[in-house]
C-alpha cells in the first residue's frame, strides 16, 4: 500500500522529510517494511507486509 498525505502525495522535498520519518517509523513498529530504506529507489508511501524476498519467493510459488 502506499500511504501519502493529500499536502504532499508522492514528492520528497525538504518540507516533506518530517512526515516521511515519521511514516517509516511508525512502519517500523508495527513490524512491516517501508520502501524508504529501499538502496536502489526511495518508495517513500509504500508499506508492505512482507519483505521483497519473500514477495518474490511469493511469485514463484504460485507461477505470477
Ligand atoms: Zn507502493
Redesign the pocket.
Known amino acids: 500500500?502506499?500511504i501519502i498525505d493529500s499536502r504532499y502525495g508522492w514528492e520528497d522535498r525538504p518540507e516533506t522529510a518530517t512526515f516521511w520519518q515519521a511514516l517509516g517509523e511508525e512502519v517500523a513498529i508495527l513490524g512491516l517494511y517501508w520502501?524508504g530504506s529501499w538502496e536502489s529507489f526511495r518508495?517513500y508511501?509504500?508499506v508492505q507486509f512482507y519483505d521483497n524476498d519473500r514477495l518474490a519467493e511469493i511469485r514463484r510459488l504460485h507461477g505470477l
Do not use: E, I, L, S
Open positions: 500500500m502506499d520502501g518508495g508511501a509504500h
